[in-house]
T-cell receptor, first 109, second 113 residues
Framework: DAKTTQPTSMDCAEGRAANLPCNHS???????VYWYRQIHSQGPQYIIH???NNETNEMASLIITEDRKSSTLILPHATLRDTAVYYC??????????FGGGTRLMVKP | DGGITQSPKYLFRKEGQNVTLSCEQN?????MYWYRQDPGQGLRLIYY???????QKGDIAEGYSVSREKKESFPLTVTSAQKNPTAFYLC????????????FGPGTRLTVL
């Protein structure tokens, strides 16, 4: 099974960068790391994904270590609306996403 | 407006009744998925379909059924055989099956009384 390890919860001050870590030591060479977030009682929202290189889009940046065993999602200027559960996931052998518990990020004023 | 719609947002049913949850997408995506989410937990895959008239069981298919007669639609029926149907149900679609970005609907919260 494709497994990731994330902290259960994190706090971040509004306006500061939120750095969310994820360990994925079992990831294989051709598997992408995906990040989604889920705001309470809504469907998950795609954020970003990457393979080897660091990636940036309008929502976030993704830093992947050289050995690809871990990654960090960076929200550069967190707002109260970024409070959500953040999932770091990759596809399992059956090409299906496996969602774990994620990290509950609380952005505080 | 392109996207995935699920209706209704909230659904109540009596125990022993079958209920069908709607999922429609106008993104022209080939693949569609149904997930279940229990409070405080991650998502678990119920069924998925990579092409019209074809679908496969996910990790927790027992007590559920689906159909994929049209590309745009992937309804999920929660049958009376599902032991604990109260949950948040999420539908998703992706351009193609396999390792492709999935886009989610807003979800349906089903409560069985």
């Amino acid at each position: 099974d494709a497994k990731t390890t994330q902290p259960t919860s994190m706090d971040c001050a509004e306006g500061r960068a939120a750095n969310l870590p994820c360990n994925h030591s079992t990831i294989s060479g051709n598997e992408y790391v995906y990040w989604y977030r889920q705001i309470h009682s809504q469907g998950p929202q795609y954020i970003i994904h990457g393979l080897k290189n660091n990636e940036t889009n309008e929502m976030a940046s993704l830093i992947i270590t050289e050995d690809r065993k871990s990654s960090t999602l960076i929200l550069p200027h967190a707002t109260l609306r970024d409070t959500a559960v953040y999932y770091c996931i990759f596809y399992n052998a059956g090409n299906m996403l496996t969602f774990g518990g994620g990290t509950r990020l609380m952005v505080k004023p | 407006d392109g996207g995935i719609t699920q209706s209704p947002k909230y659904l109540f049913r009596k125990e022993g009744q079958n209920v069908t949850l709607s999922c429609e997408q106008n993104l022209n995506h080939d693949a569609m998925y149904w997930y279940r989410q229990d409070p405080g937990q991650g998502l678990r895959l119920i069924y998925y379909s990579q092409i019209v008239n074809d679908f496969q069981k996910g990790d927790i298919a027992e007590g559920y059924s689906v159909s994929r007669e049209k590309k745009e639609s992937f309804p999920l029926t929660v049958t009376s055989a599902q032991k604990n149907p109260t949950a948040f149900y999420l539908c998703a679609s992706s351009p193609a099956g396999g390792a492709d970005t999935q886009y989610f609907g807003p979800g349906t919260r089903l409560t069985v009384l």
